[in-house]
């Protein structure tokens, strides 16, 4: 048996026609599922036959036109008779027939479909186990696909590719459109057969648009996915626009993200899951990209939702920009406008305040030192500018803790975002003019009186936020400037709260701003504590040479670097404008003594130093007796009033009971400047608690001629209290005091400039101009902006005293320096 198997195989004489016969046969019988009393092995030895004796080329071309007629006649057949009227009626199956229609007939078409592919991959795997020599020997001899790969070919063209009638749709291109129809259908919501789709999903992902087989032409991405794309393309983009109209912005919103989610489960459930970053893309293109600035710009949109602090919405904006664009710039933009204009209006507001007519302001600090007096009952009036300066830093700050709060609940502290926030108000504080003097009158408040009865955590707080306001300013020169001021009032008026808090504030400067910022401001209170040494040594010189005298006037003294200390901050408008060069004051011969004894012996200590006295910065207590009235002892108070004050009520201490003296003889004898003395009278005469001289006529104004008496029947319920000086305060600048201040600090720009061209051209030598001017705008950019225009007015300057020169023979405008 064994010699005649191996005879049988070997077998000379190969009869074709009648081998292909019985193949033809068994291959009928294994399509109609009756392959059971088919032995594989007598199959597989007849095709073997015919391959060995170089029939390879007829038996392949017999099977594929086996298949062909097989898949043409018997299969399509089947298939074609499911195509029903509600899928062949009209173009897209979607118009003519109810939807419950098109699902049952589409799912009838699909199965037939799946079933018929299904059928057409067992019985080519049964085809190539009797057809496996042909395929190892003919096939890869003569570069033909195997019979199961042509076999596959074949269904796609004479199942999917043939027309169903002639000028008819493809069942491809039918097959395209039911499954876009019930795609449809589970968008709207109705339920379909997944598993049934995915199955003719697997079928396409089976064949290949050629016979090369090649990955990128799969039948499901050349046919089907790209008009499964552009249809949810069309689909998308209307409902967008639909949704833009109808819904509001949160609604929106939750649907986008819902659609997202829908399409990636689609995608695994139902098509292929290469198609989900596909669809995904379309989706956020359609619903997000290209609808984001429409969405944000809705009645109910960005702005709407931070004025009604929607945060959970506004999460939902941002996550869907973060899907399209990692940058989100519309969200962005939309923030940044938002904060221009809240920030705009705030600056509005300020200025308007600023205009508006100041409050008179009433005789200061009348009665802060009485005993029992509370904060509440002091008699202080503010300023109404100094309020409004107060509620924009207020105002600033509260916007960006509203933003700040937004970035961090909603937009996941986001760094894109954050840096927007700053950077917009960034611009709206340097955009108002007056920023850096509101931001150190916020600080002067808080130190003068904000951190009373407040916890260290509090008083931290309240620290951070002037340094955060203060880093986004971009000329920190000119708050400088005003802090200076109103550090120096602070310290000479005792008017501080705590000195340790100022120097903690001075030290979170240092931190944030550098060294060279603070070095004036760290000198000023070096010289409150050596004045303070010095006047401890002065009182021990006068012990030591027994002046034992019970009426000597004691000396309290603060020695100021001239350099360091902006004295202006005390001298109107007016001095600082003619009166720089003023006499001196006159002083009583019981003061003047002191004030010679204290000279004598700060020369002795510091010699080749001078003192000029500044008297409109000093203060002193006094006592004064009243004449008794009918039955009550003499009166007598002990008061707190300014140093011209007190030189104007020593005038009375000598005058004869009934006298009076006029404003002109009083400023003949104490030589005060006429702003300063009628100031001060205004406290004396004017204010109704302070009135320690009677004014003829009585007026509010002080005016020439005026003459001034005792009032021997001024009462007061306290023993002790304060004269204040009208408007000595700190407070907002007036329009010639802001010059003044902007003229002084161009002339110090002009010097910071000078200084920063120098140390650049003494390190490098030579330079080209427009090098040195980006190289200087660096240097300084930390104090103040630079103007280009000054910085050219410098360097000509600076070549005119011969500290630079003009390289002629440069190819660039270029500078050498001169040592």
């Known amino acids: ?248 912005a949160g609604t929106y919103c939750r649907h986008a993200k819902r659609r997202i989610d829908e399409e990636n489960d689609r995608c695994r459930s139902t098509l292929s899951e290469a198609t989900t970053p596909k669809i995904q893309r379309v989706v956020e293109d359609e619903l997000i990209r290209h609808k984001m600035k429409g969405l944000i710009e809705m009645e109910t949109g960005v702005s709407f939702m931070v004025e009604n602090d929607k945060l959970h919405e506004l999460s939902l904006v941002f996550d869907l920009e973060a899907r399209v664009n990692p940058q989100k710039p519309e969200l962005t933009k939309a923030m940044q406008k938002l904060i221009v204009e809240m920030g705009t209006n705030i600056n509005r507001n300020a200025v308007a305040a600023s205009q508006a007519t100041a409050q008179p302001a009433a005789a200061e600090d009348a009665a802060d030192d009485a005993p029992g007096k509370s904060k509440a009952g002091s ?116 008017k501080s709260h705590s000195i340790a808090v100022e120097k903690q504030m001075i030290t979170r400067m240092k931190i944030e701003l550098g060294n060279s910022f603070t070095l004036k401001l760290e000198a000023m209170f070096k010289d409150m504590t050596l004045s303070e040494d010095l006047a401890n040594g002065y009182r021990n010189h006068v012990r030591k040479l027994g002046d034992a005298d019970p009426k000597r006037v004691d000396l309290g003294i603060n020695v100021l670097t001239a350099m360091t200390w902006p004295l202006e901050a005390f001298k109107s408008a007016s001095e600082q404008e003619g009166q720089e060069s003023r006499a001196q004051v006159i002083y009583p011969p019981s003061i003047d003594r002191v004030r010679l004894g204290f000279e004598r012996y700060y020369s002795e200590k510091h010699s080749g130093r001078k003192l000029t006295w500044q008297t409109n910065m000093g203060d002193a207590d006094i006592k004064g007796t009243f004449p008794k009235s009918k039955g009550d002892k003499p009166r007598t108070h002990d008061m707190n009033c300014s140093t011209y004050a007190m030189l104007i009520l020593l005038l009375f201490n000598d005058l004869p009971d009934g006298q009076s003296i006029s404003l002109e003889e009083i400023q003949v004898r104490t030589n005060i ?57 700190n407070k907002v600048e007036g329009d010639k005091e802001r010059k003044e201040t902007e003229k002084k600090n161009n002339d110090s720009r002009g010097f910071a400039i000078e200084a920063a061209v120098v140390r650049i051209m003494k390190q490098r030598k030579d330079l080209a101009h427009a090098q040195l001017l980006t190289e200087t705008i660096t240097q300084l950019s930390a104090q103040f902006k630079p103007d280009v225009n000054m910085i050219k007015k410098r360097i000509e300057s600076l070549i005119e005293r011969e500290y630079l020169e003009r390289i002629e023979e440069a190819p660039v405008p270029s500078y050498r320096y001169l040592a």
């Open 379 to 494: 008699a202080k009036a503010i300023n109404q500018q100094t309020v409004a300066a107060l509620k924009w830093v207020e105002d600033i700050l509260g916007l960006k803790d509203r933003f700040d709060n937004i970035c961090k609940a909603s937009f996941a502290a986001d760094q894109t975002v954050s840096t927007a926030i700053n950077r917009s108000m960034a611009d709206i504080i340097n955009a108002f003019s007056r920023g850096s003097e509101y931001i150190s009158l916020f600080i002067d408040d808080n130190m003068k009186k904000g951190i009373k009865n407040k916890s260290e955590a509090e008083i931290d707080a309240t620290l951070e936020k002037a340094i955060t306001i203060l880093r986004y300013l971009s000329d920190k020169d000119i708050f400088e400037t005003y802090y200076k001021k109103h550090l120096c009032k602070r310290l000479l008026l005792n």
């Open 1 to 248: 048996m064994a010699n005649g198997y191996k005879k049988g195989l070997n077998g000379a004489d190969v009869d074709f026609e009648k081998t292909w016969g019985i193949l033809e046969k068994a291959f009928q019988e294994i399509h109609t599922k009756n392959a059971s009393a088919l032995s594989f092995e007598e199959l597989y030895r007849n095709a073997y036959k015919i391959v060995l004796k170089k029939k390879g080329e007829e038996l392949y071309n017999k099977v594929a036109q086996f298949e062909e007629n097989w898949l043409g006649n018997n299969v399509r057949t089947g298939i074609v008779k499911h195509l029903t009227a509600p899928l062949m009626l009209d173009g897209t199956g979607r118009t003519l027939n109810t939807q419950a229609e098109r699902r049952e007939a589409g799912e009838k078409f699909l199965k037939s479909l799946k079933g018929a592919w299904e059928d057409h991959q067992v019985c080519m795997g049964m085809l190539t186990d009797v057809l496996m020599y042909m395929d190892r020997v003919y096939c890869t001899d003569h570069r033909q696909p195997s019979i199961f790969a042509k076999s596959m070919g074949l269904f796609r063209d004479q199942i999917l590719r043939t027309p169903v009638r002639p000028d008819s749709p493809t069942l491809l291109e039918i097959l395209t459109r039911i499954i876009l129809d019930q795609i449809q259908m589970d968008r709207d919501g109705e339920a379909i057969d997944q598993f049934l789709i995915k199955s003719n999903v697997y079928m396409l992902e089976g064949l290949y648009d050629s016979d090369q087989e090649v990955e990128d032409e799969k039948l499901y991405l050349r046919s089907f996915e790209r008009v499964f794309l552009q249809s949810s393309a069309a689909f998308y983009r209307e409902e967008g626009e639909r949704l833009l109209k109808e819904s509001d």
């Open 673 to 729: 400047p006429m702003n300063d003395l009628k100031r001060n009278l205004q406290s004396l005469s004017v204010a109704q608690k302070t009135r320690l001289l009677v004014k003829e006529p009585m007026s509010r104004e002080i005016n020439a001629g005026d003459r001034f008496s005792f009032n021997e029947n001024f009462k007061s319920e306290f023993t002790r209290f304060k004269i204040g000086v009208v408007s000595a305060g």
